[in-house]
């Protein structure tokens, strides 16, 4: 199970930091993350990052405002989310997959969804 927090309301500029928790089994080998899906729009990946922590990738939207983390001591993966902007504002989800390229290159390589949090910025 994964067990996504840390969303909310923000102003526009603002800084919020998003946790998904594995609880309930191992996530060992996976590759890990965020999509996001906003109101009318499909959804979309956020940002990844393998079970190391040496691969990452982020979306042309997120990069170089969002940070994504791992502690795999501790089952938890973060997105640090700066520089928030009201085209951010969506339902985030944390998601698990067997390598980030996969997932990457096709959403249905995702082999398990956290349910979503809210992230709202407003203007």
């Known amino acids: 199970q994964l067990q996504a927090s840390g969303g909310g309301l923000v102003q526009a500029g603002g800084s919020l930091r998003l946790s998904c928790v594995v609880s309930?089994?191992?996530?060992?080998?996976?590759?890990m993350g965020w999509f996001r899906q906003a109101p009318g729009k499909e959804r979309e990946i956020v940002a990844f990052i393998s079970w190391s922590g040496g691969t990452t990738y982020y979306s042309d939207s997120v990069k170089g405002r969002f940070s994504i983390s791992r502690a795999n001591a501790k089952n938890t993966v973060y997105l640090q989310m700066n520089n928030l902007n009201p085209e951010d504002t969506a339902v985030y989800y944390c998601?698990?997959?067997?390598?980030?390229?996969?997932?990457?290159?096709?959403?249905?390589?995702?082999?398990?969804w956290g349910k979503g949090t809210q992230v709202t910025v407003s203007s």
């Open positions: 998601a698990a997959g067997p390598a980030v390229r996969t997932v990457v290159e096709d959403y249905d390589g995702v082999n398990y």
């Open positions: 309930g089994r191992t996530f060992s080998n996976y590759a």
